[in-house]
T-cell receptor, first 118, second 117 residues
Framework: GAGVSQSPRYKVAKRGQDVALRCDPI?????LFWYQQALGQGPEFLTY????????KSGLPSDRFFAERPEGSVSTLKIQRTQQEDSAVYLC????????????????FGPGTRLTVL | AQTVTQSQPEMSVQEAETVTLSCTYD???????LFWYKQPPSRQMILVIR??????QNATENRFSVNFQKAAKSFSLKISDSQLGDAAMYFC??????????????FGTGTLLAVQP
């Protein structure tokens, strides 16, 4: 497709359930980012992939959060044993180049997945 | 650690008028990028304008321009001839130019802009 897509757009989970959020980046984009946006806040970085390599996972809030991008395209963010504080919009973004080049590659964002944990 | 501050939670402007959104940031780095992103209600975040810290000239994109004051660590966005479609949440963001393993963006908390007809 022409842009970044995410699915599902909305997800309601009961506390303790596992969820999986999918991101389809723009075709050919090397870099993929996950951000978490709490209500009324700006997005906060979770993790970064360059192709299939997860180069930075410093923003993942706990070991219940896990992300993968096995073939260097589609990525999945998994949250195990969801808690109410996990309720947020999860944004995926992709950009053309890799990190460390010094270039200001534009990050293109998807529409997000709104996760509500009851 | 780098931080980005937007001190105006909400702003309002009349259609066709000009509005300025404020942003300050804190960093010890000298080489970085600054961005303004627009997030319309229930729609995707899109890039409005970017500024390279090593360039003294302020960036402009049609009706959007910035006032970049590096010494003051200030990066404001001016929207001229405001249109109804400009109504959105605006986020200021920072990125270290040579981000090492990542080019992550650091965002402010946003300013909600309303445009009155």
């Amino acid at each position: 497709g022409a842009g970044v897509s995410q699915s599902p757009r909305y997800k309601v989970a009961k506390r303790g359930q596992d969820v999986a959020l999918r991101c389809d980046p723009i075709s050919g984009h090397v870099s993929l980012f996950w951000y978490q946006q709490a209500l009324g806040q700006g997005p906060e970085f979770l993790t970064y992939f360059q192709n299939e390599a997860q180069l930075d996972k410093s923003g993942l809030p706990s070991d219940r959060f896990f992300a993968e991008r096995p073939e260097g395209s589609v990525s999945t963010l998994k949250i195990q044993r969801t808690q109410q504080e996990d309720s947020a919009v999860y944004l995926c973004a992709s950009s053309r180049g890799g990190s460390g080049t010094g270039k200001s590659d534009t990050q293109y964002f998807g529409p997000g997945t709104r996760l509500t944990v009851l | 650690a780098q931080t980005v501050t937007q001190s105006q939670p909400e702003m309002s402007v009349q259609e066709a008028e000009t509005v300025t959104l404020s942003c300050t940031y804190d960093t010890s780095e000298s080489d970085y990028y600054l961005f303004w992103y627009k997030q319309p209600p229930s729609r995707q975040m899109i890039l409005v304008i970017r500024q390279e810290a090593y360039k003294q000239q302020n960036a402009t994109e049609n009706r959007f321009s910035v006032n970049f004051q590096k010494a003051a660590k200030s990066f404001s966005l001016k929207i001229s001839d405001s249109q109804l479609g400009d109504a959105a949440m605006y986020f200021c963001a920072y990125r270290f130019r040579y981000g090492g393993a990542t080019n992550k963006l650091i965002f402010g908390t946003g300013t909600l802009l309303a445009v009155q007809p």
